[in-house]
């Protein structure tokens, strides 16, 4: 069983349509699969749920919150999309997203930077303004030389741009996507730039919260830091769950279903779920 329940289309920072998505999934023969796009279900307004053959398909997104003054980001998996809830939720962070776009544009024209929203207009086509779309931005205006100095000068948390976002909390993320019906998910644990303290910190702060489950397999993780995701899981009772986070072709650290391998021992989302 291939599994994967972390991946982006064009409707975020994807760069596949959702059709080009899930043909990309059945030739890598996964037959569980996720499309969980930043703070918006737009791509299950165009898709058959579930999906006729080998692949099935199971609503979910991907959405940012604040734990404390930290942000983390929390997968909502199988949900109702139709939650009115919910949907009041992402079109919340939607909101937030385009008024940071417009601020950090201000910003950068009040430094002396030329305007980027032209280029922005042209990259982010879909709902959501993600930091990656105004990184790239950054660079097509000739403003950044990369996309890593892009985050570093600007967007990052000592760049010349940053603002912390207002998200909602995470004790509330959670609810809500329980209330729609889903399974609250820590997204990738270990790419936060946390101290392991900290993350530890957060992990715990999120299962006393209610939440779900756990990411425990994902690009970049050492064999060091899938043990100790291990640990975690079990040691707070949080279910596994498994995700790429892929986002384009090139990005090939990163291929759908290339992380479905979990320790047996493990409880995993799609046991929890009757599907």
């Known amino acids: 069983m291939i599994v994967d ?9 994807g760069e596949l349509s959702p059709e080009a998505l899930l043909e990309r999934a059945r030739l890598a023969e996964i037959t569980l699969f996720s499309i969980t796009d930043h703070d918006t279900l737009a791509a299950y307004r165009q898709l058959d749920l579930p999906l006729a053959g080998d692949l099935h398909l199971l609503s979910g997104v991907e959405i940012s919150c604040n734990l404390e003054t930290s942000e983390l980001h929390v ?3 199988n949900v109702d999309i139709d939650n009115q809830e919910l949907n009041n939720l992402l079109d919340h962070n939607q909101t937030l997203r385009k008024d940071k776009a417009a601020w950090v544009i201000a ?9 980027i929203q032209p280029f922005l207009d042209e990259i982010a086509t879909g709902p959501i303004v993600c930091r990656t779309h105004l990184a790239q931005a950054l660079v097509k205006a000739g403003i950044a030389p990369d996309y890593e100095r892009a985050f570093k000068q600007f967007l990052g948390r000592s760049g010349k741009v940053w603002k912390r976002p207002q998200w909602r909390d995470c004790a509330a993320v959670i609810k809500t996507i329980q209330n729609a019906g889903g399974m609250a998910i820590l997204a990738h644990p270990t790419k936060y730039r946390f101290s392991s303290g900290k993350m530890s910190w957060a992990i715990e702060q999120f299962a006393a919260l209610g939440g779900d489950a756990i990411e425990v397999n994902y690009s970049g993780l050492s064999p060091n830091h899938k043990a100790y995701l291990k640990r975690m899981a079990l040691k707070y009772e949080l279910a596994a769950s498994v995700g790429s986070d892929f986002h384009r072709p090139a990005q090939r650290y990163a291929p759908l279903g290339g992380f479905h391998q979990i320790d047996s021992s493990l409880p995993t989302v799609w046991q929890h779920l009757t599907l």
């Open 75 to 77: 997968i909502g998996l």
């Open 5 to 13: 329940l972390h991946c982006h289309s064009n409707f975020s920072d």
């Open 107 to 115: 910003r950068l024209i009040h430094l002396g930077y030329s305007d």
